[in-house]
T-cell receptor, first 117, second 111 residues
Framework: ETGVTQTPRHLVMGMTNKKSLKCEQHLGHNAMYWYKQSAKKPLELMFVYNFKEQTENNSVPSRFSPECPNSSHLFLHLHTLQPEDSALYLC????????????????FGSGTQLSVL | DAKTTQPTSMDCAEGRAANLPCNHSTISGNEYVYWYRQIHSQGPQYIIHGLKNKETNEMASLIITEDRKSSTLILPHATLRDTAVYYCIVRVRYNTDKLIFGTGTRLQVFP
């Protein structure tokens, strides 16, 4: 148990559906991230939130819409996806302090395995 | 962040030490070496990080060469549960916005 919980664990959706992925962290962290992992490809950073503000959008298509209502919750809203969007979507959190003594490591959830039909 | 090069795959017998190499010849003075691993169908897990010389924790040891152009992650007594993809990442300590993963090394521990 990493302290980062993602739901649902698996999701199958059609190209015209709208769905949302949810991530919750119980670690008191102030930064949250969405990563995408397609089959046989490295993890790709999608979005970064620091203190609820989006600080990174790594050229992600607008059919993916993130939302961070507070520092403990992160959502990824999905609409009109394509089959090539099928992948494992991973959420992570970290504590950004700027303190040299702090290990600024990322804690990942188990991911949502998404299949787009 | 500096680019890293790792072997695609490695095998290790259970109980033996697993030594995973990583080349990072373009590393700059303020960049740290981080290691994560990803067990099948799970999110990556932090293992260890360091700036120079040697670091050790309960999971592993990290040895960085004197010129800092390469490093080795050592799992002293590999178990079957250590079978995973291991990622070596080089990044600036406070650049937490961008943890860039490569393709990693797939370590297979066999009985």
């Amino acid at each position: 148990e990493t302290g980062v919980t993602q739901t649902p664990r698996h999701l199958v959706m059609g190209m015209t559906n709208k769905k949302s992925l949810k991530c919750e962290q119980h670690l008191g962290h102030n930064a949250m991230y969405w990563y995408k992992q397609s089959a046989k490809k490295p993890l790709e950073l999608m979005f970064v939130y620091n203190f609820k503000e989006q600080t990174e959008n790594n050229s992600v298509p607008s059919r993916f819409s993130p939302e961070c209502p507070n520092s403990s919750h992160l959502f990824l809203h999905l609409h009109t996806l394509q089959p090539e969007d099928s992948a494992l979507y991973l959420c992570a959190s970290s504590q950004v302090t700027g303190d040299v003594a702090t290990n600024e490591k990322l804690f990942f959830g188990s991911g949502t395995q998404l299949s787009v039909l | 962040d500096a680019k890293t090069t790792q072997p695609t795959s490695m095998d290790c017998a259970e109980g033996r030490a697993a030594n995973l190499p990583c080349n990072h010849s373009t590393i700059s003075g303020n960049e740290y070496v981080y290691w994560y691993r990803q067990i099948h169908s799970q999110g990556p897990q932090y293992i260890i990080h360091g700036l120079k010389n040697k670091e050790t924790n309960e999971m592993a040891s990290l040895i960085i060469t004197e010129d800092r152009k390469s490093s080795t992650l050592i799992l002293p007594h590999a178990t079957l549960r250590d079978t995973a993809v291991y990622y070596c990442i080089v990044r600036v300590r406070y650049n937490t916005d961008k943890l860039i993963f490569g393709t990693g090394t797939r370590l297979q521990v066999f009985p």
